[in-house]
C-alpha cells in the first residue's frame, strides 16, 4: 500500500521560512515524479511546484518561483518543500503528490496534507 506521509508544517510569521517534507512508502519512489500543491480554505486545490524522478528538473507556480525550493532525495524517499519570505496569502493545507507520467492530471498517489500558517 503506497503511503505519502507529510510533516514540517506550523506556524510562522510573515517573511520566516519553514521546509515541509514527504515521506514515501509502497512504490518505486525514485520512478515517480513528486509535487507539491496546496489548498486553502473554501479555495480549490493548486499546484505549487513539481520536480521530475532524478531531481534535475522542477517547476513551479509563479507565486513560488524565487522564494521557494522543491528537492528529493531519492535514497530517502523524500520530497521537500524549502519555503522562504513566506506570506499571509501562503496559509493553506500543503499536500504531497507522486504522479508517475508528469502530466499531473488525475494524480496517482496524495498525501494527507500539512497545515501552513502564516501571520501578519
Known amino acids: 500500500q503506497v503511503h505519502l506521509v507529510e510533516s514540517g508544517g506550523g506556524l510562522v510569521q510573515a517573511g520566516g521560512s519553514l521546509r515541509p517534507s514527504c515521506v514515501a512508502s509502497g512504490l518505486p519512489f525514485s520512478s515517480y515524479h513528486m509535487g507539491w500543491f496546496r489548498q486553502a480554505t473554501g479555495k480549490e486545490r493548486k499546484f505549487v511546484a513539481t520536480?521530475?524522478?532524478?531531481?534535475?528538473?522542477?517547476y513551479y507556480e509563479d507565486s513560488a518561483k524565487g522564494r521557494f525550493t522543491i528537492s528529493r532525495d531519492n535514497a530517502k524517499n523524500t520530497v521537500y518543500l524549502q519555503m522562504n519570505s513566506l506570506k499571509p496569502e501562503d496559509t493553506a493545507v500543503y499536500y504531497c503528490a507522486a504522479d508517475l507520467d508528469n502530466v499531473w492530471i488525475g494524480v496517482d498517489y496524495w498525501g494527507q496534507g500539512t497545515q501552513v500558517t502564516v501571520s501578519s
Open positions: 520536480i521530475n524522478w532524478s531531481g534535475e528538473s522542477t
